[in-house]
């Protein structure tokens, strides 16, 4: 793969990856409100757990993508804004 495309690559990653960070911060944040609202239900609760266990999953599953990217490319690209 030419460095290019796989600096292309891994700046898609890095993105993809701080979306999943933020997805997985919201639903933990959701779970700890249902837990501590005494009027939640026991299956909204569960639900929200299941929805957190999920996005905490694929957050580690693109780390570990990102890793590898940015150990095959060599170095942390620059990410534009936006």
Request: proline content about 5%; overall charge negative; aromatic content about 2%.
């Amino acid at each position: 793969m030419a460095q290019p495309e796989l600096e292309r690559l891994t700046i898609d990653a890095i993105r993809e990856y701080r979306a999943s960070v933020a997805l997985a911060e919201t639903a933990r944040l959701q779970r700890v409100a249902a837990e501590a609202d005494t009027d939640c239900c026991p299956e909204r609760r569960a639900e929200l757990q299941r929805i957190h266990e999920h996005a905490e999953t694929e957050h580690r599953a693109r780390q570990l993508v990102l890793n590898k990217l940015i150990d095959r490319l060599g170095y942390v690209p620059k990410v534009p804004a936006g």
